[in-house]
C-alpha cells in the first residue's frame, strides 16, 4: 500500500524514473520485506505482481500505456 500510518511500518514509493533502454526504476523505504511489486493500467486495479523482491529497488521495462505501482511488505 503506498500510503503511510502511524502505527505501521509501510512501504513508500520514493521514486521514479526512467533509465537508458526505457526500463522504470522503482525506490522505496520503510516496510518489512520480502515485497511485492504490483502495476495496473488504472489506480483502482486489477493489479498484477511483476516483481518479489528483498531489496527496496527493482527494474521494470517502461510500457507505452499509463502505469500505477504499487509495493507490499510482509
Do not use: I, M
Amino acid at each position: 500500500d503506498l500510503h503511510t500510518s502511524a502505527n505501521v511500518d509501510v512501504p513508500f514509493l520514493e521514486r521514479l524514473h526512467h533509465h537508458v533502454g526505457d526500463v522504470r526504476v522503482l525506490t522505496w523505504q520503510g516496510g518489512t520485506g520480502p515485497f511485492t511489486v504490483q502495476d495496473a493500467g488504472d489506480v483502482t486495479g486489477p493489479w498484477s505482481n511483476v516483481a518479489t523482491t528483498s531489496d527496496r529497488t527493482t527494474s521494470q521495462p517502461a510500457q507505452a500505456a499509463r502505469r500505477f505501482f504499487r509495493v507490499l511488505g510482509k
